[in-house]
């Protein structure tokens, strides 16, 4: 039996009527760019968030970007956040003109060490940027105390966490200004690329506002130099139907996430010994965008399944410290030995909403034949 990583078509197949009528009623109403349909987005997103504001932008890299502007954020200053995210962490800072600064990660949960990153704090740093990876909160109560401490602001990466919980808040609504991605493949995907600013401050919402439009306060009256980073409405409408959704599929993904741990410690008796030769995600604060286990022989892991037709993902094999695109930051091997070794153990096995039972046991059972036969 093959087992795919990923299958958006069965997200999409019960919602294709709802989402073809409201693609139809975007095209009626010829409003193509933000508009109605993307403003209701923005309410409904505000609300899941429990922020006061909420800014539909282009993409969630954008979102990022835009959060970091509208935050002052700019040449001179270092943000600082973990070296094992996606790019568009970092390339939101460098986009800004500011300088990425790498702090080691949790080996718990994979997300910043809240005092590894407080030990990286200088006069310069402007900023803190926690990534909610793999759908996980951060550690927002430690990374709060420090910026409220240090005078430092927040910009959470929600990319991968929306719907999650932490202390009885939502992602979305810590830190200064918070962004998500609507990329395909994220909790919430849409059907080409978009993204949402999230924040309490209204100054913040009111310069993404202006930023993400060319800086224009209206009659081409630009206050900014902006850039064009808007949401288009058939995105809106697309997301504004899968949102409906968004609750049970995220439950979903918590039940698929606990069954994986109950039937892969039947299979691996010991597993969560202190030295076991694999590790499997916590499952607070979490709604599993990926289910991530961590595995002394990845990459031989990895290739067993794949031969049985078992879909799975490194994410991320380079932490960012070591990328091409920032050794002129000076950083060697060995910088980061958390985030390294992470980017060396960490295996996603499927995990989506629609995956079916048989296929998480087939799963299991592949994972399970190769810690088989006296390994
Ligand atoms: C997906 C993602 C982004 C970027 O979002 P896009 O919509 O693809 O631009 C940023 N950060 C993280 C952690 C992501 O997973």
Redesign the pocket.
């Known amino acids: 039996m093959n087992v795919p990583f990923l299958d958006l078509s069965r997200h999409h197949e019960p919602l294709k009527e709802a989402i073809a009528s409201s693609l139809r009623e975007v095209l009626d109403s010829g409003q193509f760019i933000l508009g109605p349909e993307t403003e209701k987005l923005e309410s409904e997103m505000a609300a899941l968030c429990g922020a006061a504001h909420a800014i539909a932008v282009g993409?969630?890299?954008?979102a990022?970007l835009l959060a970091l502007l509208a935050l002052g954020v700019g040449p001179g200053d270092e943000v600082i956040t973990t070296p094992f995210?996606?790019i568009?962490?970092a390339t939101a800072v460098t986009r800004a003109g500011a300088r990425p600064v790498f702090a080691d990660i949790d080996p718990q949960d994979f997300t910043l060490d809240p005092a590894a990153a407080e030990a990286a704090v200088r006069p310069s740093t402007r900023a803190i940027m926690p990534?909610d990876?793999y759908g996980r909160c951060a550690a927002w109560g430690s990374f709060e105390a420090i910026g409220a401490r240090l005078g430092v602001s927040l910009v959470e990466?929600a990319?991968?966490s929306i719907g999650a919980e932490r202390d009885g808040r939502r992602a979305g609504a810590f830190g200064d200004a918070a962004g998500f991605?609507?990329?395909p493949t994220?909790n919430l995907g849409g059907m080409g690329?978009g993204?949402m600013v999230t924040t309490m401050s209204s100054e913040a919402a009111r310069r993404v506002r202006l930023l993400r439009n060319h800086g224009d306060a209206g009659g081409y009256r630009h206050l900014e130099a902006g850039m064009n980073s808007r949401l288009d409405a058939f995105q809106a409408a697309v997301l504004r139907v899968k949102l409906r959704s968004l609750r049970a599929w995220n439950a979903e993904r918590s039940r698929l996430a606990e069954r994986y741990g109950g039937l892969l410690r039947q299979a691996l008796p010991g597993l969560e010994g202190g030295d076991g030769p694999l590790r499997l995600p916590a499952a607070e604060h979490s709604v599993f965008h990926l289910y991530v286990v961590r595995a002394r022989e990845r990459d031989a892991l990895a290739e067993h399944l794949r031969g049985r037709g078992i879909g799975c993902g490194v994410y991320y094999p380079v932490p960012l410290h070591l990328q091409a695109c920032f050794s002129h930051l000076g950083y060697k091997k060995g910088a980061f030995p958390e985030a390294e070794r992470a980017a060396e153990e960490v295996l996603a096995l499927p995990l989506f909403p629609g995956l079916r039972e048989a296929e998480q046991e087939e799963v299991c059972s592949a994972v399970a034949a190769f810690y088989g036969a006296g390994r």
Do not use: I, N, P, R
Request: proline letters at 0%.
């Open positions: 993409s969630g890299s954008d990022l995210t996606f568009a962490t990534v990876l990466d990319a991968q991605s609507f990329y994220k690329d993204g």
